[in-house]
């Protein structure tokens, strides 16, 4: 029975399942547009009841980071067999009448926050209950994409926080740019939203069934160290559906702060150097020409559109700031107008550029993680394994900004310090000579790098180069255009290898032809196999996200 449902699972076509779900997706935005509140959510049924809808759900959860991380029930969906039952699960909580369904309690667990040392609460759900929250987000995101505000950036398809910095860039990289600034912080956004908004909200786009989960996923009781409390506001952390309803709270600040401004896509609204908007999920910052605006205006606006939503302003964590002054810091990077240095022309001496590198907690956290890799007991090759996806992880982060190349030279000499005390500890009776040949190679860029061999090598950062990102167009929602959004991506991989390989395939799956961008791992897959004596050349190697190269690993065996 087990061998014939992994059977099932990997002879999914999640070609059909993909277009099935886009095409329907597409559909539903339409029916929105055009105000059908009736079909609109007759089609929300239909893909939330159908065998490809379900599949695609079960393939979210099982391919993205938390997919070995149990709710309370302890149940992972590890292997073929479980997914392909969860399918079948799925239906079953969908055919129940109203009320039928009882939300899982979410387990609690405590993480350190990014930027501080302050401790955040993730809310974990049982595996089926996350499935189920992807089901409705499929049906509930493409219409919030319709509302969502022109320069919000986080939790969105296809958007992320290199958008939003290059958007700060266009803003505030011009002579006659806003010189304040209010960096603002939500006290406890996710923990705080309120529960009576979010369902009046939700319950507009939502079909009976979804609004009905939707409640229910609200009000679900949460276990932190055997304590089970029931929560009346908020939004777990680490729900799937989270990252919407926090979207969905938030959108509609940007008219909030520009009202009675032009629309920023008008002609009249690009010539405005007044107040704008950028936002990050519950991170935002307001941009104005002056201070007055931003005490008198901004500030009431912002405060009584939040106070709806059972928000309000961290005083402590927000502030105003004069950019000709000071700067200040953004998703983990430092933004700061510097006095540019003319050599040539003194009388342009004052003239300001903006500066955007890595924040200094940023670069302090990334050096220890560094340091932490090279302990002298630990065998090179387990230094290179453990420490090459952090190395590629923070730089492809802030390739953003041509001012990190300097921040990326000198952690490659940290590194290379970090090496060098790791190896004469490792070596103690070698000399320097011994320790070159045995650990530094020469590769074809005629650089020097330390590995084990020169196929086993620690990734250097210093070679990690700009990214070149163009402004985002306004107002292209990503489930009738994906197209636009899959050229117009980057991905961020410093192999030149892999990403020659992604153009050519379009940046899509070679299987299920969806694009590559987005949570799931994406594999190099050998069309004719190493051991039929197939090449790593662009001719034989494919691009295939993980689940499907399951697959045909899968297939290859029987």
């Given at each position: ?131 189920l929250q992807a089901l409705v987000l499929m049906c509930l995101d493409p219409l919030v994409e319709e ?179 000071e700067g200040f810091t953004f998703l983990g990077w430092d933004i700061a107008l510097k006095s540019r ?218």
């Amino acid at each position: 029975m087990k061998k014939k449902l992994n059977q099932k699972w990997h002879n999914i076509d999640w070609n059909k399942t993909s277009k099935y779900v886009k095409n329907l997706q597409k559909e539903l935005v339409v029916v929105y547009k055009n105000n059908d509140c009736q079909l609109l959510f007759s089609l929300q049924e239909k893909l939330m009841m159908s065998f490809e809808g379900r599949a695609f759900a079960v393939r979210q959860i099982v391919s993205n980071d938390g997919k070995n991380t149990s709710g309370l029930d302890g149940i992972t969906w590890g292997n073929p067999s479980s997914k392909f039952q969860a399918i079948a699960q799925l239906r079953k909580i969908l055919v129940q009448k109203s009320g039928g369904y009882r939300a899982g309690p979410v387990r609690r667990k405590w993480i350190s926050k990014d930027q501080s040392d302050e401790l955040r609460p993730l809310g974990i759900p049982n595996m089926i209950d996350r499935a189920l929250q992807a089901l409705v987000l499929m049906c509930l995101d493409p219409l919030v994409e319709e509302v969502s505000d022109t320069y919000s950036f986080g939790f969105r398809k296809y958007r992320n926080t290199g958008n939003a910095i290059q958007r700060i860039r266009t803003i505030l990289d011009k002579p006659n740019g806003p010189r304040y600034l209010w960096n603002v912080n939500i006290e406890k956004c996710f923990d705080k939203i309120s529960h009576e908004f979010l369902e009046k909200e939700t319950k507009l786009i939502a079909n009976p069934k979804a609004y009905e989960y939707i409640k229910k996923w609200l009000k679900a009781p949460i276990i932190d160290q055997g304590i089970k409390t029931f929560p009346s506001e908020g939004t777990p952390q680490g729900g799937i559906l989270s990252p919407l309803l926090c979207n969905i709270a938030l959108n509609g600040l940007e008219n909030t702060v520009r009202d009675g401004l032009p629309s920023p896509n008008s002609k009249e609204g690009k010539k405005i150097s007044g107040s704008w908007v950028i936002r990050y999920a519950d991170d935002f910052i307001v941009t104005s020409p002056c201070k007055e605006r931003i005490v008198n205006e901004n500030i009431p606006r912002v405060n009584f559109f939040l106070s709806k939503r059972d928000l309000k302003i961290s005083e402590k964590k927000s502030k105003i700031r004069n950019l000709n002054n000071e700067g200040f810091t953004f998703l983990g990077w430092d933004i700061a107008l510097k006095s540019r240095n003319f050599r040539i022309n003194k009388s342009k001496t004052n003239e300001k550029v903006l500066i955007i590198r890595p924040s200094k907690k940023s670069i302090k956290r990334f050096k220890r993680e560094i340091k932490k890799n090279f302990r002298s007991n630990k065998p090179i090759q387990a230094i290179i394994r453990d420490l090459n996806p952090v190395l590629r992880s923070w730089t492809n982060y802030y390739r953003d900004s041509y001012h990190s190349q300097k921040i990326f030279q000198s952690i490659g000499d940290y590194i290379y310090q970090s090496w060098w005390r790791w190896a004469q500890k490792k070596h103690p009776n070698r000399n320097k000579n011994w320790i070159y040949n045995r650990y530094i190679f020469n590769t074809k860029k005629n650089s020097w790098r330390i590995g084990e061999s020169k196929d086993i090598m620690l990734f250097d950062v210093i070679q990690a180069k700009q990214l070149m990102i163009s402004s985002l167009r306004n107002n292209v929602n990503p489930y009738i255009d994906e197209d636009y959004y899959i050229r117009r991506t980057v991905i961020r991989d410093s192999e030149r290898f892999r990403a020659a390989i992604y153009k050519k395939y379009d940046f899509k799956c070679y299987v299920c032809e969806q694009a590559l961008y987005g949570s799931e791992e994406v594999h190099l897959h050998h069309l004719i196999p190493r051991k039929d004596g197939g090449q790593y050349t662009l001719e034989n190697i494919v691009p295939v996200h993980a689940t499907c190269h399951e697959s045909i690993t899968y297939t290859r065996k029987d």
